[in-house]
């Protein structure tokens, strides 16, 4: 059974840092290329990054240069470093792995950035 558990958020001033963390069990993880996905209350799911089995990675527009994925295979990790927070980074940020047509989610880690 596939589980990923994400931990790390928290409230944090605007330009401020966090590092979310996720830690998938249940697969072959080194196998598997692993996504940030967000949540903002009234808005629908968007993806933030991904991080492929070969290290190659993918940002949204309004993130580059401010979040870095990366990963540790050997840990069944994934990261997400977020620098220079906005309010509007506010949100619930979800781990996923999918699999042909098939997405895992974790629980979700809310992030909120306010002064």
């Known amino acids: 059974q596939v589980q990923l558990v994400e931990s790390g958020g928290g409230l944090v001033q605007p330009g401020g840092s966090l590092r979310l963390s996720c830690v998938g069990s249940?697969?072959?993880?080194?196998?598997?290329?692993m996504r940030w996905y967000r949540q903002a209350p009234g808005k629908e799911r968007e993806l933030v990054a991904t991080?492929?089995?070969?290290?190659?990675?993918y940002y949204a527009d309004d993130v580059k240069g401010r979040f870095t994925i990366s990963r540790d295979s050997p840990k069944n990790t994934v990261y997400l470093q977020m620098n220079s927070l906005k309010p509007e980074d506010t949100a619930v940020y979800y781990c996923?792995?999918?699999?042909?047509?098939?997405?895992?989610w974790g629980q979700g880690t809310q992030v909120t950035v306010s002064s």
């Open positions: 991080i492929g089995t070969a290290g190659y990675t």
């Open positions: 996923n792995r999918r699999s042909g047509l098939s997405d895992s």
């Open positions: 249940g697969f072959t993880f080194s196998r598997s290329d």
